[in-house]
C-alpha cells in the first residue's frame, strides 16, 4: 500500500541540486584564487613591484577564497562571495591587472547568480530532469 497521495503538484527532486550548484561556487572561488595568486608575478614585474602590504593583501585574499570555498553551504555564503569581488576590486589600487580580475569575476558571478535563479525557477515548475516522473518521457 502507497501511503495517502501527496497535495504537492511539483515533486521534489531526488538529488539535491544545491549540492551542485555549492561546488560551481566552490570552484569558482579556487579558481579566482589561483587568479590572484597568479597575478603577483605580474605585478611584481610590470608593475613595479611588489610592497609587503600588497603582497600581503593578495596572499590574504587568496586564502580567505581558499577558506570560504569550504563555506558554501552557509546561508550566508553568496553574499560573502560577492564581498570577495569588492575586495578584489580594490586591488586596482595595487595594479590595474587585479581590478582586470576582479571585474571578470564579478561578470562570472553575475553569471552565477543568473544561473542561481534558473535553477530556483526550474526546481519550482518542476523541470528539474531528476523531478520527471515516469508518466512525463
Known amino acids: ?37 597568479l597575478a603577483l608575478p605580474v605585478v611584481a614585474a610590470v608593475g613595479g613591484g611588489l610592497e609587503w602590504w600588497s603582497t600581503a593583501y593578495l596572499v590574504v585574499l587568496a586564502a580567505v577564497m581558499v577558506v570560504g570555498s569550504g563555506l558554501q553551504r552557509r546561508p550566508w555564503a553568496i553574499p560573502f562571495n560577492l564581498g570577495l569581488q569588492i575586495f578584489v576590486m580594490a586591488g586596482t589600487f595595487i595594479h590595474l591587472s587585479i581590478g582586470i580580475i576582479g571585474i571578470v569575476f564579478a561578470a562570472v558571478w ?11 525557477k526550474r526546481m519550482e515548475m518542476g523541470l528539474l530532469p531528476s523531478q520527471r516522473t515516469e508518466n512525463q518521457g
Do not use: C, Q, Y
Request: proline letters at 12%.
Open 1 to 37: 500500500m502507497n501511503g495517502p497521495p501527496s497535495h504537492d503538484p511539483v515533486p521534489a527532486p531526488a538529488t539535491d541540486p544545491w549540492k551542485g550548484f555549492r561546488g560551481v561556487m566552490a570552484g569558482a572561488l579556487i579558481l579566482e584564487a589561483i587568479t590572484v595568486l
Open 110 to 120: 553575475v553569471f552565477i547568480l543568473v544561473l542561481r535563479a534558473d535553477v530556483k
